[in-house]
T-cell receptor
Framework: SQTIHQWPATLVQPVGSPLSLECTVE??????LYWYRQAAGRGLQLLFY??????ISSEVPQNLSASRPQDRQFILSSKKLLLSDSGFYLCAWMEARASGANVLTFGAGSRLTVL | KNQVEQSPQSLIILEGKNCTLQCNYTVSPFSNLRWYKQDTGRGPVSLTIMTFSENTKSNGRYTATLDADTKQSSLHITASQLSDSASYICVVSYTAKAGTALIFGKGTTLSVSS
């Protein structure tokens, strides 16, 4: 069965410090991978998605970047965090097949607080 | 513009009561609609997924309906339990040039009290 792991679960970082959130998927190959951010009281905002190794699409301009060094690994990074980067970050994956019933499966989330 | 609107924004009910959450969408071309349950501080978990031809789908005490003509969906929760307290998110997918695209609603926050 497929599983998705995301870490760290909670992170408190000072403004200007770097960030690295990691996500790995097991039990599948060549998945589509996604990073979402969920601000308090707001819906999920798609930040990045990837359809393959080294292929990253950015949905919104921001202080963050993403990388996919391996097929089932997706990393969210920042060189210098801003206060506005605080939020709940979710990694997700979906099978890369053209089907109307693909399910987006989420990780447990990472709570980032920038002070 | 592709949008997903959920109502109500929040809801408080007593344990044992039923409730219905609404999702209206203007997404085209429609591919499928999903309901997710998100417990506080956790990632969303899929409850149901409905394609164009499906009108009703149940998952235990959760029943989702879809009216593709009016572009409305509802999630009905029967005999609510304290553990049903969560945010419920409606997600509509459509086929874009780059593949499957998803539009998220902002969610309905349900609080079940004893």
């Amino acid at each position: 069965s497929q599983t998705i792991h995301q870490w760290p679960a909670t992170l408190v970082q000072p403004v200007g410090s770097p960030l690295s959130l990691e996500c790995t998927v097991e039990g599948t190959s060549n998945p589509n991978l996604y990073w979402y951010r969920q601000a308090a009281g707001r819906g999920l905002q798609l930040l990045f998605y990837s359809v393959g190794i080294g292929q990253i699409s950015s949905e919104v301009p921001q202080n963050l970047s993403a990388s996919r060094p391996q097929d089932r690994q997706f990393i969210l990074s920042s060189k210098k965090l801003l206060l506005s980067d605080s939020g709940f970050y979710l990694c997700a994956w979906m099978e890369a097949r053209a089907s109307g019933a693909n399910v987006l499966t989420f990780g447990a989330g990472s709570r980032l607080t920038v002070l | 513009k592709n949008q997903v609107e959920q109502s109500p924004q929040s809801l408080i009910i007593l344990e044992g009561k039923n409730c219905t959450l609404q999702c209206n969408y203007t997404v085209s071309p429609f591919s499928n609609l999903r309901w997710y349950k998100q417990d506080t501080g956790r990632g969303p978990v899929s409850l149901t997924i409905m394609t164009f031809s499906e009108n009703t789908k149940s998952n235990g005490r959760y029943t989702a309906t879809l009216d593709a003509d009016t572009k409305q969906s509802s999630l009905h929760i029967t005999a609510s339990q304290l553990s049903d307290s969560a945010s419920y998110i409606c997600v509509v997918s459509y086929t874009a040039k780059a593949g499957t695209a998803l539009i998220f609603g902002k969610g309905t926050t349900l609080s079940v009290s004893s």
